[in-house]
């Protein structure tokens, strides 16, 4: 029996980590936000919502989003080691089409070819929680969410309480570590509340010294990256208010230096400083009327400064040339309102407005400040049919300043009560992603490129179906088991890719030229026996093949399946909490036409699939301290091979990928008290 099919049999019996807090986890009770007309449980919930808790954060000795999200199913991700990008997709949709919230506030700041925020520039030590809604959540949320929505919740405090702690953690970087390789992280954070006030302030540094690899001299095949993040939060709580102002800063500096040519190197440091602010207010007008206003502006700039290296003198110089020294800039306001009115006890109502204004320069960006303007009122109602019946129809109106956007985007969301054990979840949503600021004004023209944006181009539109069933197996005083069973189908038109530019053969550019189409089942089993937590999950994922649309012998859909498992083992008495996590990512095959012998051929070419697995040991010592100790990348992978041979767009998509930079092994201390202690 070989390797791959043996892991996939243990997973099959293994079960997944939860914390102490995991049975509230494993029954959807805890309380979600995301997507929701006031807070409430997710059973409850015609969404069907997964959290991750602040716990399971803490158990896997995380230090960025990755670490967290990286043994999700039916999320992926696709490394770029030079720029120190994450790029994730979701039920097989890229990132791009993901929108990315913090406290329901999205982010701003799409970079590269991908055009996606960097989840891994997010501050993992201000998490409290994340939730994830898979599908469409556009009625709600606006442009790219057309795959889904991941918020990220942040810690708040509890009125009354003070709390204080210290985190320390070394890592090793595949088998490199020293004062300037591997893995540095320190933070350090604290909340006090008193009477109706409430404060908070965060602050961390990553450094993380680079991987050499198999790259050679001064060269590394990943690059150093060092990022220094802050946060700090003051509010003001009443019976019937709640409002505070939120900062977070991120500073961050990311090192490609390169071998000597001659005498002279050219390295490249890209600096990205941001500034997010929030002002968020929540006020009930009395038991059936509540507005809650979000006002936020983001100031994100990325500095690309490039020198020269004398090999002889050490001497460091500013280096002359097109494109060596750039700033790109973008900055977001977002002003958004949302009002609840219940009717009667069977029909809640909620309008509300969605303002956001972007604006970008520098970064091969048209000259001068390029905006986008976009301006929603969306409105939906959530009316309780039945005992068992719930629906929640949804519309959202648009007008954008530069694109063609949909000028009406509805959805519903509906959830069925079999039984006490049983519910369904049925979901139609209308999505579309906005074509970004880059898409639509981009300017790169020297020796190998001709690249410009199109400001012609349509939003991306989609059609996405869903549902899930949920079961409450088993439950009894040994062991409680849950199933939910889910599928998917979502089909995107007007899909913005590369092409050649109308009238000029000799220019690429950005186009309204494509269909996709995805989609998928999945199953999640969660258990609970005595001291051991788990799940197991399974999904099968088909990605539309766009060949066939010229050449009907071929297959509609190519698929890849994912396994997820890991277990946890609680020694209460004894503080300590043994947790494993495994995912393995199948064979993603897809086809190309591709030149041979001067001819042009159909060729079926696959990314291999790997598996990926994380062990964690965590141990309460004394009072206030927790040692988290472990091992991430268990099996060693580095690359896996992309048999492609083509280009895609105007970069190669051929050869090895990275996925990681080897076993690399931790310990974390922390140091926690609270006026709880």
């Not at 954070?189 to 450094?207: A, E």
Request: glycine content about 8%; proline content about 2%; cysteine-free.
């Amino acid at each position: 029996m070989n390797k791959s099919l043996l892991l996939i049999l243990l997973s099959l019996i293994a079960v997944k980590v939860y914390s102490q807090d995991s049975l509230a986890t494993m029954y959807l009770d805890e309380v979600v936000v995301t997507g929701q007309f006031e807070p409430q449980s997710a059973r409850k919930s015609v969404y069907s919502v997964r959290t991750i808790p602040q716990e399971i954060i803490q158990a896997r000795g995380a230090t960025k989003l990755q670490d967290v999200l990286n043994t999700e199913l039916n999320v992926r991700f696709s490394q770029d080691a030079t720029l120190g990008g994450s790029n994730l997709s979701m039920q097989g949709l890229s990132g791009q089409n993901v929108k990315i919230l913090v406290d329901g506030v999205p982010m701003v700041g799409r970079q590269g070819t991908s055009n996606e925020i960097n989840i891994n520039q997010i501050n993992i030590q201000t998490i409290e929680r994340i939730e994830v809604v898979e599908g469409p959540m556009s009625t709600v949320y606006g442009s790219d969410a057309l795959a889904g929505v991941i918020n990220i919740i942040t810690k708040k405090g509890i009125a009354g309480k003070w709390d204080l702690s210290a985190r320390v953690q070394e890592e090793t970087v595949g088998d490199e570590y020293s004062m300037e390789k591997g893995i540095h992280n320190q933070s350090v954070s604290g909340g006090y509340s008193w009477d109706k006030i409430y404060s908070r302030l965060d602050l961390s540094r990553n450094n993380f010294g680079g991987w050499q690899g198999s790259a050679v001299e001064r060269d590394k095949q990943w690059q150093p990256k060092d990022q220094l993040l802050a946060g700090g939060l003051f509010g003001y709580k009443s019976e019937k208010n709640n409002t505070y102002y939120r900062l977070d800063y991120l500073n961050e500096d990311i090192y490609n230096p390169a071998n000597f040519d001659g005498n002279q190197a050219l390295d490249q440091n890209y600096i990205t400083n941001r500034f997010m602010h929030q002002l968020q207010s929540t006020h009930m007008f009395s038991d059936r009327f509540s507005a809650t206003l979000s006002n936020a502006y983001t100031d994100y700039e990325r500095k690309t400064r490039s020198t020269t290296v004398d090999k002889n003198t050490g001497e460091r110089r500013l280096a002359l040339g097109a494109g060596l020294q750039d700033i790109t800039k973008f900055s977001g306001i977002t002003l958004r309102g949302t009002f609840q009115y219940k009717i009667n006890d069977r029909l809640t109502i909620q309008p509300g407005y969605d303002l956001n204004l972007e604006s970008g320069q520098g970064g091969r960006i048209k000259t001068g400040t390029q905006q986008i303007g976009d301006y929603a009122f969306f409105g939906s109602a959530e009316w309780q049919v039945t005992k068992a019946l719930q629906i929640r129809p949804g519309l959202r109106v648009i007008n954008n300043s530069v694109y063609s956007a949909p000028p009406v985007v509805p959805s519903i969301n509906s959830k069925l009560t079999l039984s006490k054990k049983h519910d369904l979840r049925f979901a139609y949503g209308r999505g579309f992603r906005a074509p970004s600021i880059r898409e639509l004004y981009f300017d790169f023209f020297d020796s190998n490129h001709s690249v410009e944006g199109n400001t012609s181009l349509e939003a991306e539109l989609s059609h996405s179906f869903s549902g899930t069933w949920n079961w409450d197996a088993l439950e009894s005083d040994k062991m409680k088991w849950s199933m939910i069973v889910g599928g998917f189908y979502n089909s995107v038109d007007n899909m913005i890719n590369f092409g050649q530019k109308p009238g000029n053969s000799l220019v690429t550019t950005y186009l309204n030229i494509d269909r996709f189409k995805t989609k998928g089942l999945t199953l999640n089993n969660k258990v609970k026996m005595g001291k051991l937590d788990g799940s197991l999950g399974f999904s099968y994922t088909g990605r539309f093949n766009q060949l066939k649309e010229s050449i009907n012998t071929l297959d509609e859909f190519v698929y890849s399946p994912e396994i997820i498992t890991s277990l946890s083992y609680k020694m209460i008495e004894a503080g300590l909490i043994l947790s494993a996590y495994y995912k393995y990512t199948g064979v993603t095959p897809y086809y190309e036409i591709i030149t041979q012998n001067g001819s042009e051929e159909v060729s079926l070419s696959k990314i291999s699939a790997y598996h990926w697995a994380d062990i964690t040991l965590q141990k309460d010592i004394l009072k206030n301290f927790i040692v988290t100790t472990g091992v991430r990348n268990v099996f060693d992978v580095v690359n896996i091979n992309n048999t492609s041979t083509t280009s895609a767009g105007v970069h190669s998509s051929g050869g090895s990928r990275p996925v990681g930079y080897g076993r690399s092994y931790f310990i974390s201390l922390t140091y926690s008290i609270s006026s709880t202690n």
